[in-house]
């Protein structure tokens, strides 16, 4: 999997827009990136992903750079149910589809606050 | 409903004790893995499994095994010789493709030796 870089954590106040960037510089061209939320002791959960295009869905929105070296995930209103680990992937394709590992790093600590 | 199912979800064991942890998914995906997660940090891979009858070893898979006789069952044994087994256990499924190969996770096994 390419290796993704997220700070450690991040605040946001309600009804803000909470913007979490991720670096993936090493990620190859057919490698979609990938978000992740995990509220506290559940399974993670799918956000979005995407490859080149932004992305939009009636959770957030992702912006990949054109050199898709880097993402940001957009959650335009915050609340404070977003407060969560945030993990930015980008799994490794090989032969056109998806393969092996799927490696989470530490993640981003985003907290909501009134 | 389709989805993937952890059970139990509490663990109680006593030290020196193999025990097994379950997973079953009936989403049709070949892709299943197992995470370890421990308070306060990411998700470390322990195995995975790209089709039936097959695994590989993650990043920390010593004192752990599994087994992948069947599509929709993907089981992990904490053995007796895994030094600090006292975690939270994730497992987690995909399909093999493209695109919309996002991963499944199930809520969750939090084992507690004693």
């Known amino acids: 999997d390419a290796k993704t870089t997220q700070p450690p954590s991040m605040d946001c106040a309600e009804g803000r827009a909470a913007n979490l960037p991720c670096n993936h510089s090493t990620i190859s061209g057919n490698e979609y990136v990938y978000w992740y939320r995990q509220i506290h002791s559940q399974g993670p959960q799918y956000i979005i992903h995407?490859?080149?295009n932004n992305e939009t869905n009636e959770m957030a929105s992702l912006i990949i750079t054109e050199d898709r070296k880097s993402s940001t995930l957009i959650l335009p209103h915050a609340t404070l149910r977003d407060t969560a680990v945030y993990y930015c992937i980008a799994p490794r394709m090989s032969g056109g589809t998806s393969y092996g590992k799927l490696t989470f790093g530490q993640g981003t600590i985003l907290t909501v606050h009134p | 409903d389709g989805g993937i199912t952890q059970s139990p979800k509490y663990l109680f064991r006593k030290e020196g004790q193999n025990v097994t942890l379950s997973c079953e998914q009936n989403?049709?995906?070949?892709?299943m893995y197992w995470y370890r997660q421990d308070p306060g940090q990411g998700l470390r891979l322990i195995y995975y499994?790209?089709?039936?009858?097959?695994?590989q070893k993650g990043d920390i898979a010593e004192g752990y095994s599994v087994s992948r006789e069947k599509k929709e069952s993907f089981p992990l044994t904490v053995t007796s010789a895994q030094k600090n087994p006292t975690a939270f256990y994730l497992c987690?499924?995909?399909?093999?493709?493209?695109?919309?190969?996002?991963?499944?996770f199930g809520q969750g096994t939090r084992l507690t030796v004693v």
């Open positions: 989403l049709n995906h070949d892709a």
């Open positions: 995407g490859l080149k």
């Open positions: 987690a499924s995909r399909a093999q493709g493209t695109t919309n190969t996002e991963a499944f």
């Open positions: 499994s790209q089709i039936v009858n097959d695994f």
